[in-house]
């Protein structure tokens, strides 16, 4: 009898080992198919995911106008992407406690033409946006802060 109740105890344990295993470990597909639920969970919180699947030119033209609804929304923003620094920058500071820009992520390290366009176009007609509300170019005044704070 104990030797029974010894391995039904050994097959219970042999069984949650390997359901907790199967538990940590799913196949490719199904975390692909939860990242990409993911994504449009996202997408619906975040409009600049749109930018993803277009081509750069295209993509480009979407961030001008992003831009501009953002500037007309008092959203000043620089769009980034890849990986950042844990600590904003001293430029980075400056322009948020100064002018309220903020540097927003859109992406990681993985884009796509997209991405990389949307952002082109969008930080491009918010710079030139915002020399023309400031009359200077704030982004090179920020820079002549960091580099004389060194």
């Known amino acids: 009898m104990k030797k029974i109740l010894i391995l039904a105890y050994s097959v219970f344990l042999l069984g949650y080992a390997l359901f907790a295993l199967a538990e940590k470990t799913q196949p490719l597909g199904t975390e692909i198919k939860n990242l990409a639920e993911e994504a449009k969970y996202h997408a619906k919180l975040d409009r600049y995911n749109v930018f993803y699947p277009l081509g750069e030119n295209k993509a480009y033209k979407r961030g001008e106008a992003f831009a501009v609804e953002d500037f007309e ?78």
């Open 73 to 150: 929304n008092g959203n000043y923003r620089v769009l980034v992407y890849g990986l950042r620094p844990s600590n904003t920058t001293l430029s980075e500071e400056y322009l948020r406690q100064n002018y309220g820009i903020e540097f927003y992520p859109i992406a990681g390290c993985i884009v796509s033409d997209g991405i990389i366009g949307g952002a082109k176009g969008y930080n491009a007609k918010m710079k030139s946006l915002l020399k023309e509300k400031y009359g200077k170019d704030v982004f090179k005044e920020a820079e002549t802060v960091e580099r004389e704070s060194e």
